[in-house]
Structure formats: structure tokens, C-alpha cells
């Protein structure tokens, strides 16, 4: 069977403490974007093997996509096995979720080929168990995600809208990015106007200026290509942040053919450029 992983970008993400385990406790508004891998997975008799079309990418139990099928099969105690092809598009080290979003289709795509349920609830807690950010892409669409990203609030009646992602050629660890924040954090930002913006089916216009991600804070001042990135697509008239940890950042357009017009002018550069939408994978489901 074959399935799409899209990618996502964070609208707005303010950390609020960092946890006695090590890990930070984050507001986010994530949303998913029409930029994909692509997933195919084939039964085999017993064992778990992973394929993938970028060269130098883990294929062991390190990639997130192997961890989440021996993960399900040790939780569904069946014997069977698959072989997985994986087409990768995201960039790592971007910001942009690929790999957790690789891991979350790879669950669902797995349950279809063993030809086993589980309930939504239960396949949330899994997908915590694999990496931050896999619940959000079980849900799909727009969210709300608290705690380490892990706790989800669906938001619905999102208007369509329309991105320019660049992808800077470089790839940043996101422990890094939370490593080299100091605590405590000033100026703290709050989703609720963003939030209530999306909910009210609002053109992006009338929500962009609340967009906001305190890494930038971090990493803007570490990397210049980043920083020259986001400058770039502000000159040409667009608002634009840097998703998650990055190294991506993406700009708010109007429009697809807005969006291309920006995608030309940036042509010139070495960087990755993609026109994507709103996208929501529940409502494909």
C-alpha cells in the first residue's frame, strides 16, 4: 500500500519551561502543509526493513520509521512483518516534521496492511512513545499541541492558505536549538489571538501578524543564511518565520500564483524552494 507523510510548519511556538526529564514544555499551533514523502509498505513474512531514497539516511532501528513499525508490531503481538520504501521530499533537519510524519504514516499504513484496528486514543499514546511531534501528525490538520507536543487540541474551520517554504540547505539539531536557551524567558507570547483567528476561518491577513516562534530567538543569530532567508521574503512584501527549530522558513502569500511569483524570484539562490496549501490528512482519511 502506498501512503503520504506530509510536512508541517508552526504558525507560533513559545517554550514554557524546561522539564525535570529534559525535555521542554512548548505552545505550538501546528499545521500540516501539501509537502510530502511518500511511504510504500509491502508484507514480508517476519522481519522489518526499511528502504530509502536519500542517501546517507539511517535505515536501522535509529530511523523513526523502523522504530514505529517494531513498536506496533510488539504492541499488536503478531508475527508478520513488512518491507517499507520511503521517498523522502522533507528535508532533514528543517523544522518541518518529516521524520516524525514518516513514523505517524508508517503507523497507520501498517495497520492497513496487517489488517488490524486500534483506537485513535491508543494510537496517540504510541505515537508519544516515538518522538514529540508523531501524535500531531496522527491527527492531521491544525493544531493546538501543549506539554512536549504531545497534547493535542484540534482546530477546526481553518481557511485554505497558501506558503512559500525554503529549505537554507542547512540542517540544524533541534536538542541543540533547546540547549542553548536561557531561562527564564522574557516577553512571553501567547497563542490564544492567533488561535481564535484560525478558528473563526480568518484570511491569513487578519492572523499573520500574531505568527511568532521564540528558537528564532536561538537560532537566527547562529546561522546568517537563516536570517538572510527570512529577510529576503520580507523584502519581497510577506510575512515569514522559521518553523520549529528550523533551519525552514516559510512565508505567507495570498495565493499559489503569488506564491510562484515569489518561488521565481527567489531562483536565483542555492536554496530548495516549494509553493505548498493547507493541508489537512484527517479529512483524507
Known amino acids: 500500500m502506498k ?25 505550538s499551533i501546528m499545521q500540516e502543509i501539501s509537502l510530502f514523502d511518500t511511504i510504500m509498505i509491502f508484507p514480508a513474512a517476519k522481519n522489518i526493513t526499511l528502504s530509502c531514497s536519500f542517501p546517507g539516511l539511517a535505515t536501522d532501528a535509529s530511523n ?7 513498536l506496533l508490531k510488539k504492541e499488536l503481538k503478531i508475527d508478520s512483518g513488512a518491507k517499507i520504501v520511503l521517498d523522502k521530499r522533507i528535508p532533514l533537519g528543517a523544522g518541518l516534521g518529516g521524520g ?12 492497513q496492511v496487517w489488517k488490524r484496528h486500534m483506537s485513535y486514543r491508543k494510537l496517540v499514546r ?41 529549505f537554507p540547505n542547512v540542517s540544524i ?11 527564564p524567558l522574557t516577553n512571553r507570547r501567547e497563542s490564544n489571538k492567533i488561535k481564535s483567528l484560525l478558528e473563526a476561518s480568518k484570511r491569513a491577513r487578519e492572523w499573520e501578524t500574531y505568527i511568532y516562534n521564540r528558537l528564532e530567538e536561538v537560532v537566527l543569530p547562529r546561522y546568517k543564511t537563516i536570517f538572510l532567508v527570512r529577510k529576503k521574503i ?27 511569483r515569489v518561488r ?21 482519511a
Open 126 to 166: 504510541l505515537a508519544s512513545r516515538i518522538g514529540a511531534d508523531v501524535p500531531f501528525f496522527i491527527r492531521g490538520g491544525t493544531a493546538l499541541a501543549r506539554g512536549i507536543g504531545d497534547i493535542l487540541t484540534p482546530i477546526k474551520n481553518v481557511r485554505k492558505s497558501f506558503f512559500v517554504v525554503v
Open 3 to 27: 501512503t503520504v507523510a506530509p510536512a508541517k510548519i508552526n504558525l507560533f511556538l513559545e517554550v514554557k519551561k524546561k522539564r525535570s526529564d529534559g525535555y521542554h514544555s512548548i505552545e
Open 100 to 111: 516524525s510524519s514518516d513514523a505517524a504514516a508508517t503507523l497507520r499504513g501498517l495497520l
Open 264 to 284: 521565481r524570484r527567489l531562483s536565483s539562490t542555492r536554496w530548495k524552494v516549494w509553493v505548498v496549501e493547507s493541508f489537512d490528512s484527517a479529512s483524507k
Open 173 to 183: 539539531p533541534t536538542a541543540s536549538v533547546y540547549r542553548k536557551l536561557h531561562f
Open 234 to 260: 520580507e523584502s519581497l512584501g510577506y510575512r515569514s518565520l522559521m518553523s520549529g527549530s528550523g533551519s525552514a522558513v516559510f512565508g505567507i502569500v495570498p495565493s499559489r500564483k503569488e506564491g510562484e
Open 64 to 70: 523513526l520509521v523502523v522504530k514505529a513499525a517494531m
